[in-house]
């Protein structure tokens, strides 16, 4: 087609499904609580179309559900099922891990430890949205680094089960293990220990999971 034009900004929809996922993950909606597309649609300033859109796509990811009497509803924490998620989590950072040490150069060190840095900050302040954020962007370095997007696109459909229960119990996670782990791995990538570094790091979430979940993985 001739007349196609260059988007500027994403559409609608993608905005709004970023905004209200975000708002799940974070628990500014609460687990069970009731979501009305025609509320979304006033607050954004749009049609109910995008946000019936948005909402749709979260549905399929298991972030709300729709109920008899179109009631539609955070879905409620599933500690099965974040368990399975940390798995599956676990192995696919390994992975980007694996992929990644051995393209590591000082510029990607000096972004783990500053993101690493930041985590700590953030524990100690107990700020749970920029400890999780610090995280994130800690093993973001790995999975960019990697040069594999099908684990980034993997891992964007389970981790929000995984944050979202985190966020849950943030309160009871036990001071500053994580920033140690995260120290581990980084002195086993400044030796281009590619092993020991996937394996520290699928340690790194699969121990979350067990403090998370209670559970074994």
């Not at 709004?16 to 009731?34: D, S, V």
């Not at 370095?141 to 696109?153: G, K």
């Amino acid at each position: 087609m001739k007349n196609i034009k260059k988007i500027t900004r994403p559409p609608l929809r993608d905005e709004i499904y970023n905004q209200l996922k975000h708002a799940i993950i974070t628990l500014e909606f609460q687990p069970g609580e009731r979501i009305k597309d025609t509320d979304f649609a006033e607050q954004f300033g749009t049609s109910r179309t995008p946000v019936r859109e948005a909402l749709k796509r979260l549905e399929t990811e298991g972030l709300v559900e729709s109920l008899p009497g179109s009631l539609t509803r955070v879905t409620l924490l599933n500690e099965k099922e974040a368990k399975h998620a940390f798995t599956v989590v676990a192995a696919l950072h390994s992975l980007a891990t694996r992929l990644a040490v051995p393209l590591l150069d000082q510029s990607h060190i000096s972004l783990l430890e500053k993101y690493n840095e930041q985590l700590r900050s953030s524990l100690e302040e107990k700020d749970s949205i920029n400890a999780v954020l610090a995280d994130d962007c800690f093993h973001d370095v790995f999975i960019l680094a990697s040069q594999n997007t099908e684990i980034s696109l993997a891992l964007e459909r389970v981790i929000p089960k995984v944050r979202r229960l985190e966020f849950a119990k943030f309160k009871t996670l036990e001071g500053l293990s994580s920033v140690q782990q995260h120290q581990e791995i980084i002195e086993a990538c400044k030796h281009k220990d590619v092993e020991l570094a996937a394996s520290l790091v699928q340690e790194n979430w699969l121990s979350l999971g067990r403090l998370l979940t209670g559970e074994s993985l």
